[in-house]
């Protein structure tokens, strides 16, 4: 399983578009990147995934440049209730489980 | 109700006792998945299930136990607990094939251990 380094903490303000950067060095050809949101005494939920270039959704779009080494989660305007925990995953095509790290936690200020 | 559930939602257990943490879930999910959480480790995963009868240890297995006789259930023992085991315990669920799968997680399981 690809490790992910990715920022410990972050802030913002409400209204600010928010850019989480990950760094995933050994990624493999067969790994996509996969994002979760946990909010504070909440499991976490599935945000997004993406293998190449940008996927968007109703939540959140996803950067990833060619050499796949890196991925940027991009949140849209964000408010108060956008406050938590965001992990970045890479997940292997042969996985069949995941492994979370520490994540980065995002604190939105108003 | 639809969904994943988990039980207790709260438990308070002392050293030594043997504690069960049930998980259900009721969309017929291949997979699922035991984690634990803890300040400062984040999410870490106990044992996961790929089907009935089909398991597996994950990152933290030692003093877990877990079974998986029906699909829709995957119970989570704590044979003898210790203090290092209280915690918040996840379970989750996933019905689709890696890599584009989503993991469904229950509420949660706050144990602590006296």
């Known amino acids: 399983l690809a490790k992910t380094t990715q920022p410990i903490s972050m802030d913002s303000y409400e209204g600010q578009e928010v850019n989480i950067t990950c760094s995933h060095n050994?990624?493999?050809?067969?790994?996509?990147i996969t994002w979760y949101q946990q909010f504070p005494s909440q499991g976490p939920r599935f945000i997004i995934q993406?293998?190449?270039t940008k996927v968007t959704n109703e939540v959140a779009s996803l950067f990833i440049p060619a050499d796949r080494k890196s991925s940027t989660l991009s949140l849209p305007r964000v408010s108060l209730s956008d406050t938590a925990v965001y992990y970045c995953?890479?997940?292997?095509?042969?996985?069949?489980?995941?492994?979370f790290g520490k994540g980065t936690r995002l604190h939105i200020l108003p | 109700d639809a969904g994943i559930t988990q039980s207790p939602r709260y438990k308070i257990t002392e050293t030594g006792r043997q504690v069960t943490l049930m998980c259900h879930q009721t969309?017929?999910?291949?997979?699922m998945f035991w984690y634990r959480q803890d300040l400062g480790h984040g999410l870490r995963l106990i044992y996961y299930?790929?089907?009935?009868?089909?398991?597996d240890k994950g990152e933290v297995p030692d003093g877990y136990v877990v079974s998986r006789s029906k699909t829709e259930n995957f119970p989570l023992t704590l044979e003898s607990a210790t203090r290092s085991q209280t915690s918040v315990y996840f379970c989750?669920?996933?019905?689709?094939?890696?890599?584009?799968?989503?993991?469904?997680f229950g509420p949660g399981t706050r144990l602590t251990v006296t």
């Open positions: 989750a669920s996933s019905g689709g094939q890696p890599p584009l799968y989503e993991q469904y």
């Open positions: 050994n990624i493999a050809t067969n790994d996509y």
């Open positions: 993406g293998y190449k």
């Open positions: 995953l890479v997940v292997a095509n042969r996985d069949d489980k995941i492994i």
């Open positions: 969309w017929s999910h291949s997979y």
């Open positions: 299930s790929a089907a009935a009868d089909i398991t």
